[in-house]
């Protein structure tokens, strides 16, 4: 198989969660070879579990208030607080032959050449189950997937700088308060890789492309122009829509 590697474009939440939908149905009917994308981000946001209900995840009030888009994805899983420039998101669409009938092995194994590109780099991580990659001192990222009948999607999003007092003021029940003991414990929990290394967000991007590549074989890549027309027109009929990312 030929991969592709895509490292441009910045499009609004609506439009990242539409393209998965598109290139994953791509790949699905044969009409995209095996591809890794790198997400560029255009303003915060949250990406919601497609199964989570908007108000007992959101604050409200405070997104609307800051125009935080709350964008209801296609795969499951927790709600991720995401900013531009303070995160590393990245979406593998492969063949349903190359990923592992078991879910837990295949998050495993989808996700080890980004911690060995981590581990290049100095930064101490691993996998820990079911999705999760981990530092000593807490969770650098997550992961979750979509599975079709001949294609999966598998998605990563991992804090480079990430405010973890404003994820928590987003990601809060109603109106409730949150406390500086709160905050302090959930920055324990999240670790930041900033923290643990001199790199620059772009030179982890280029580390993570370079092992890819290399252990793949892959070459550089684009998003088709029809493609992503096809998903602006998604995001505009559901992804940017109350009716779909409030449905719950």
Not at 114 to 124: F, K, Q
Not at 185 to 210: F, G, P, Q, T
Request: aromatic share 8%; glycine share 6%; no cysteine.
């Amino acid at each position: 198989m030929t991969y592709r590697i895509i490292d441009d474009g910045t499009y609004s939440e609506p439009v990242q969660q539409a393209l998965e939908g598109v290139l994953v149905e791509r790949l699905d009917e044969g009409d995209l070879e095996p591809t890794l994308r790198f997400w560029y981000r255009e303003s915060p946001a949250v990406a919601l579990g497609r199964f989570q209900a908007y108000e007992d995840e959101v604050a409200v009030d405070y997104a609307d208030q800051r125009d935080i888009d709350v964008v209801r994805r296609l795969t499951g899983g927790g709600a991720m607080y995401v900013e531009p420039g303070a995160v590393i998101t990245y979406s593998l669409y492969l063949p349903r032959e190359a990923v592992s009938a078991d879910i837990e092995a295949s998050y495993a194994e989808l996700d080890q050449w980004a911690i060995d590109a981590l581990g290049s780099i100095g930064l101490e991580v691993s996998h820990e189950p079911l999705n999760d990659i981990t530092h000593p001192d807490g969770k650098i990222g997550g992961s979750a997937q979509l599975r079709k009948d001949d294609a999966v999607v598998h998605h990563t999003t991992m804090s480079y700088a990430l405010d973890t007092s404003e994820m928590l003021r987003v990601l809060r029940i109603g109106e409730e308060k949150v406390s500086d003991k709160a905050i302090e414990s959930a920055e324990k929990r999240v670790a930041v890789m900033r923290d643990y290394v001199d790199a620059s967000r772009e030179e982890i991007i280029a580390a993570l492309k370079d092992t890819f590549a290399e252990r793949f074989d892959a070459e550089p890549g684009s998003v088709p122009n029809e493609v992503i027309g096809e998903a602006r027109t998604r995001a505009s009929e559901t992804f940017a829509t109350e009716e779909w990312n409030r449905k719950l």
